[in-house]
């Protein structure tokens, strides 16, 4: 599971900068829950936002942050 790569990333400090960017959109959202769980897929979001090919969960009006190459 890809969720699993995005805990290893946050304990040995991968994609960090990606991270901050992707979370500082996060925290504006309607659908974060506690400050950390995406409440539409569940993940952990300082996990999830640190890997590149992860995009917002969000469909309407359209994803918050997208997958980079």
Do not use: F
Request: proline residues 7%; charged residues 20%.
């Amino acid at each position: 599971m890809q969720i699993a790569t995005g805990y290893a990333y946050l304990a040995l400090g991968i994609n960090q900068d990606l991270s901050k960017q992707r979370v500082k959109i996060c925290s504006n959202c309607p659908r974060l829950s506690g400050g950390i769980i995406c409440s539409l897929c569940g993940c952990e979001i300082h996990a999830k936002t640190r890997l590149p090919a992860e995009e917002c969960p969000e469909t309407k009006p359209g994803p918050r942050w997208r997958a980079v190459a």
